[in-house]
């Protein structure tokens, strides 16, 4: 089971988590007061943006950098 772990979790890139971490600030901005809010999605933008200009070559055309939570 630790070893499954392992290559699924090496299988991510580094982009595919921060693009992850950015869209989950995202969603948890929408939870907080309108000033933190706004302070919070552009963070989220900021990090998912320089993430996206450092591997290009992982961004998909359509990337919106949303994980939908169930």
């Given amino acids: 089971m630790v070893g499954l772990a392992a290559i699924c979790w090496a299988m991510w890139s580094p982009t595919e988590i921060i693009c992850s971490i950015s869209s989950f600030v995202s969603y948890w901005a929408e939870l907080q007061q309108q000033a ?15 993430a996206l200009k450092l591997h290009p070559q992982q961004a998909s055309p359509a990337n919106t950098g949303m994980v939908l939570l169930h």
């Fill in 36 to 50: 933190d809010k706004e302070m919070l999605e552009a963070g989220a933008d900021a990090l998912k943006t320089m």
